[in-house]
């Protein structure tokens, strides 16, 4: 975990991203998976909403996933185990980035078949205490077929941008800084499962 926490902080003061696979080992993933599919036949996902407070909608043009928000004294002992983790890059990327980061919120995610996120920036005006995006994949298994890629765009110098596009294999760790990378979920093609957070500057 130490050689881990230090690739993540060196990658996201240099290039403000990092894809970390195998952040969870293979049992851990698929209890957690287990545990989240459960959440799901219990129908306790709802449509994600957009905006925040008052202008907060649901508007499925612009996002079709379903999410249950964490509740941080409602997790089970795994949820704690993976907010523990959270907390220890939250830690370090505070030591070796000083991006002053308080504290962590997060969603359990599942895209259903065709549904997608249109680009989008996880800081702007309405949210601007999320400074550290952070999403870790749950899937059984993944291939380019499967679509549902997180694109990720790299504005240039010159205008124009760069696009990378992430498969959201399970056990994949995806971290970024909230308000410098925009990025979308691509339409999927098979249900998507995956628990997005933020490091927040606030408690
Ligand atoms: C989000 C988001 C990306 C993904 O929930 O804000 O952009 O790959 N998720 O699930
Ligand atoms: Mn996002």
């Known amino acids: ?4 926490l230090d690739h993540i902080s060196a990658e ?14 293979e049992p851990f993933r698929k209890a957690l998976l287990k545990e989240q599919i459960e959440l799901v036949n219990q129908g306790k996902f709802r449509h994600a909403a ?8 649901v508007r ?24 523990e983790k959270i907390e220890e890059v939250r830690k370090v990327l505070n030591q070796r980035c ?19 996120y249109k680009k989008h920036l996880d800081q702007f005006q309405a949210v601007p205490h999320r400074v550290v995006t952070v999403i870790l ?14 694109r990720m765009y790299f504005p ?3 205008g124009s941008e760069l696009i990378e596009d992430v498969l959201p294999l399970g056990g994949r760790l995806v ?29």
């Open 12 to 25: 996201i003061y240099q290039k403000s991203y990092v894809i970390v696979d195998d952040f969870v080992d």
């Open 137 to 150: 994949y749950l899937n059984d298994s993944w291939t380019a077929e499967d679509a549902g890629a997180l």
């Open 98 to 116: 000083f991006l002053g980061l308080r504290s962590f919120e997060g969603h359990f995610a599942r895209y259903p078949v065709r549904s997608f």
């Open 175 to 203: 971290v970024f800084l909230s308000g410098e990378i925009p990025h979308e979920v691509l339409p999927t093609n098979k249900e998507r499962i995956s628990i997005t957070g933020w490091l927040r500057n606030i408690d």
């Open 60 to 83: 499925t043009e612009i996002r079709s996933d379903e999410v249950l928000w964490m509740d941080a004294n409602e997790l089970t002992p795994l949820q704690a185990a993976y907010w």
């Open 1 to 4: 975990m130490e050689e881990l």
């Open 50 to 57: 957009v905006g925040k407070g008052g202008q907060k909608q």
């Open 156 to 158: 240039q110098e010159d």
